[in-house]
């Protein structure tokens, strides 16, 4: 299990999300994303509005995905 931040993911807390692998983690935050904005937290609906629009532009997508993805790698397990 490895721990990433709402922040590293390119959110505005640091709420963290620890789980077995860097897919669970960015559904974590999506899942996250779309409770805080529900909620009424206008400061997540930015990084909620990028992660919906993000595969609408598929390199820049891809170069997140990859980036989170060698993020998690590099953590260390707990």
């Known amino acids: 299990m490895k721990t990433m931040t709402c922040r590293q993911l390119g959110g505005p807390c640091d709420e963290s999300h620890t789980e077995a692998t860097a897919d669970e983690v960015i559904k974590a935050q ?29 390199k820049q997508a891809m170069d997140w995905y990859t980036g989170v993805k060698r993020t998690f790698a590099e953590l260390p397990e707990q």
């Open 30 to 58: 999506d899942r996250h994303l779309k409770s805080a904005v529900t909620s009424g937290d206008d400061s997540h609906g930015g990084a909620r509005d990028a992660m919906k629009g993000r595969w609408r532009h598929p």
